[in-house]
């Protein structure tokens, strides 16, 4: 797959797909730690956030790759978790969007 070309006009489309995806995880992400926050009332469950922010970071850091050889592979991921549409990923070419629409039957 690293041997996929992408055009400006993918490179700049994928840019705000992926941009768009990300914000939107985040925004959910806030909102759960703002719900899961304000039900702590014992130690062990402010420790417990804390565990799980850690490992939300890591997978989300993991996860959001921009790297052009990856992006197929992080676009299928993103599309099957619902994080983008793929409406959004229109602006690439068919056998890319193809590519992503199998992965992520998977």
């Known amino acids: 797959m690293s041997e996929i070309n992408w055009s400006e006009s993918e ?3 994928a840019k705000e797909a992926f941009d768009k995806a990300y914000e939107r995880e ?3 992400l806030i909102e759960e730690v703002r719900q899961k ?5 014992e130690i062990d469950q402010l420790w417990g956030l804390h565990d799980f922010l850690s490992a939300k970071r890591h997978e989300i850091d ?3 790759d921009y790297r052009y050889s990856e992006l197929i ?3 299928a991921r993103l599309l099957k978790e619902g ?3 793929r409406e959004e990923l229109k602006v ?3 056998d890319k969007l193809a ?7 998977m």
């Open 11 to 13: 490179k700049k489309g």
């Open 26 to 28: 985040i925004n959910s």
């Open 37 to 41: 926050a304000s039900n702590i009332s």
């Open 62 to 64: 993991g996860k959001y």
């Open 73 to 75: 592979f992080v676009f």
């Open 83 to 85: 994080w983008v549409a």
């Open 92 to 94: 690439l070419e068919g």
């Open 99 to 105: 590519k992503i629409s199998a992965l992520a039957r």
